[in-house]
């Protein structure tokens, strides 16, 4: 079905409708003051809204910067007071008011305040605190847990470096090891997996591959091999990207996937490599503007994995991120733009590690880079695992209640 | 991430009817009170001590979550346990109602955890209780991760292999199970039947990406790599699949991955008989295994003292050869990648200048290129 959809779609290719008045409607309307959550049966419910809060907040707010849209000073100030509520009292913010700290929402609400850019949002983040958080979640073995009692898997160093980063809370000892950890990620296909020995993932090399980048370890990867398997991602006949070798094409791939292509051209140049395009990037962006624009958008706003599902914040958000690395070559000082459509389909450029505005990522570190660097002399904060005697986990229970 | 991708649907309003609740009716009628329908905790005896907690969104706030009645009075509930820290049979039975209605909420399976320690509960019930709640919702991160730690506490990983097995008999390539699978394995060296698992698997669906991938987790555990019989009787698997499948990915990347740290030109013969593959099951991924083999030659012989030119020229054609009609022909999807690696390997074994590509203008200038903005 999905491949009748992107046959049909290329035969159509000259209607191509700007969507996006339509989305950034939708979502400044509509959706940002409220989400009505589906409640049916528990058992169908698939939906864990109330967990990603801060999340929705990312992804909506990222999506309208792309663009342009400006966001209503009263919207940006209402986000900052509500992340400060899912800001745990112990450090991290955590899904919603009230919950343990969890690195996805706290990655979520950093990059959230980064994007809204104002001294309001930048205030809201207690940089002790979260530095103690992440001393919290930080393993022996390099890796860290996403929260507290909680799962190992690469996404957490990369939730760790890009906060730690942006907010200038980061050193060496913090990361010890991480660097390793994360190599262990590489397997024999030349993506990066989840947990060692697992099968490589769009994901996972993601987040893998940008937290070697802010730790400038980024070299230290088989850069070829993992060059050679995000290419062979984008799918010939659909031009979007599949998340792992023999599966299917989806719209969120277009950032996981694509996003990788900037971070190897760099640091391929960094290697001394000097063939490398000047104006392309190493994956077939006209294709892949294509794929979304044609097969993953919503005819009332929004975007989507592939034709047939339904659309969603995290697709929108994915999907428009990934349009815009297909639209935009280089930096500031070289810079190649390939527009599929309209002119009005460009979309602002985003930055490749952290995937909010390089001005905003300019901006926050500029801030963050005037404060010094909390003191903390920690250890790691121990078994990631809930113990029969972790009193100290069992007692925080009382202490998360706002 | 698998779990955001699936567990994100779009914004829709549809209240649940079923708890419009018509129990204000039935609440008198003594006669006909249903023992199966369901009673909100604030309206239960037994819980009257204690003083539900609202969810604290300040004033203003954003994403504002439209949830039913039925989970707001579960969760005004739990936050109460939890401010009070109790540790009660009640506190326990709660936290199944609160994971009925949102499984992905990290804090309530934490505090369900600390229960289960407190009170000493029975961890075969709770086996029981995980294998149901994954069994529905097997692409949940939490539910996977307390499964885990019931085993662990256990000790008893007896039921683990047969229940990962059943979950991937519903869906062959998911990410937790697997992930499940390989811990269990690993911490309790489980690996005598994998391998016949794996085939098994491969057996149903040869191009399922997940069983080569744990195909190649057991034989780097088990017998490793290095014994050329184990190399060999893989290789011979490999080009099997082929024969059966052509243009399976998965196959040549195994056969690539499981090669490639000792160098494909390492195996003898190998060459030859992908070549002969070439006139009758012929594929970009074929194509570029080829490219690869040329490359790692030409590596092998810049290397050797004495360098046969000729046939580094000879190496050399044949690998851009390869790579042009990839760019051109067979796999212009990656048109830029291939150019790239033309570009590349001309540059590093070829003598001298690109004349087709323009020279690059980054160095001439002396611009550093940064791809963003560095501090």
Known sequence: MCVLFVTLARREKSICVSPFLQLSTFIISVAFPLITQNVRSAKENKLSLNYIRPWLCFWILHSLELLQEPIPAAVASDVCQFLARCQSPTGGFAGGPGQHAHLAPTYAAVNALCIIGTDEAYNVIDREKLLDFLWSVKQPDGSFVMHVGGEVDVRSAYCAASVASLTNILTPKLFENTTNWILSCQNWEGGLSGVPGLEAHGGYTFCGTAALVILGKEHMLDLKALLRWVVSRQMRFEGGFQGRCNKLVDGCYSFWQAGLLPLLHRALYKEGESELSQQRWMFEQQALQEYILLCCQNPTGGLLDKPGKSRDFYHTCYCLSGLSIAQHFGNMDNHYEVILGKEENRLAPTHPVYNICPEKVAQALQHFLRMPVPEVSRQPGGSGEDRPSDAAAASSSADLQS | ?375
Not at chain 2, 342 to 357: A, C, I, P, Q, V
Request: charged share 30%.
């Open chain 2, 1 to 375: 991430m698998s779990d955001i991708e699936e567990t994100v649907e779009s914004v829709q309003v549809n209240e649940d009817k079923e708890f419009d609740v018509e129990v204000e009716e039935h609440i008198e009628d003594e006669f006909a009170v249903d023992p199966t329908r369901y009673i909100f905790y604030r309206d239960r005896k037994e819980w009257a001590d204690l003083e539900p907690v609202p969810q604290d969104d300040g004033p203003n706030p954003v994403v504002k979550i439209a949830y039913s009645e039925k989970f707001s009075d579960v969760y005004d509930y739990f936050r109460a346990l939890l401010k009070n820290d109790e540790k009660t049979e009640r506190a326990f039975a709660l936290t199944a109602d609160a994971i009925d209605l949102n499984a992905a909420n990290y804090t309530v399976w934490h505090y369900r955890r600390v229960l289960l320690q407190a009170l000493s509960k029975d961890l075969k019930e709770e086996m029981k209780y995980i294998t149901n709640i994954i069994e529905e919702q097997p692409k949940n991160y939490q539910v996977w991760h307390h499964r885990r730690m019931v085993v662990e506490w256990l000790n008893d990983p007896s039921e683990e292999l047969q229940f990962i097995a059943d979950i991937l008999s519903q869906d062959a390539k998911n990410y937790h199970a697997w992930q499940h699978r390989q811990w269990v394995i690993q911490e309790y060296k489980l690996w005598d039947n994998e391998l016949e698992f794996v085939e098994n698997l491969l057996e149903e669906d040869v191009r399922n990406n997940s069983a080569w991938n744990q195909r190649h987790f057991v034989i780097s555990h088990t017998t490793g790599f290095s014994d050329p019989a184990v190399v060999e009787r893989e290789i011979q698997y490999c080009l099997n699949q082929i024969r059966k499948a052509p243009h399976n990915e998965s196959a040549w990347n195994y056969l690539k991955g499981m090669l490639q740290d000792r160098g494909l030109s390492s195996q003898p013969g190998l060459l030859e008989r992908v070549l002969e593959l070439k006139e009758t099951h012929c594929s970009p991924y074929l194509l570029a295994f080829l490219f690869d083999c040329y490359e790692d030659a030409l590596e092998n012989i810049a290397q050797k003292e004495k360098v046969e030119e000729e046939e580094q020229k000879e190496t050399l054609r044949k690998a851009l050869e390869i790579c042009q009609l990839l760019a051109q022909e067979k796999d212009t999807i990656r048109k830029e990648y291939w150019e790239f690696l033309g570009r590349s390997l001309r540059n590093k074994y070829g003598n001298g200048t690109l004349s087709d590509e323009p020279m690059n203008i980054w160095f001439e200038r002396g611009i550093h290129l940064l791809v963003f903005k560095e501090r």
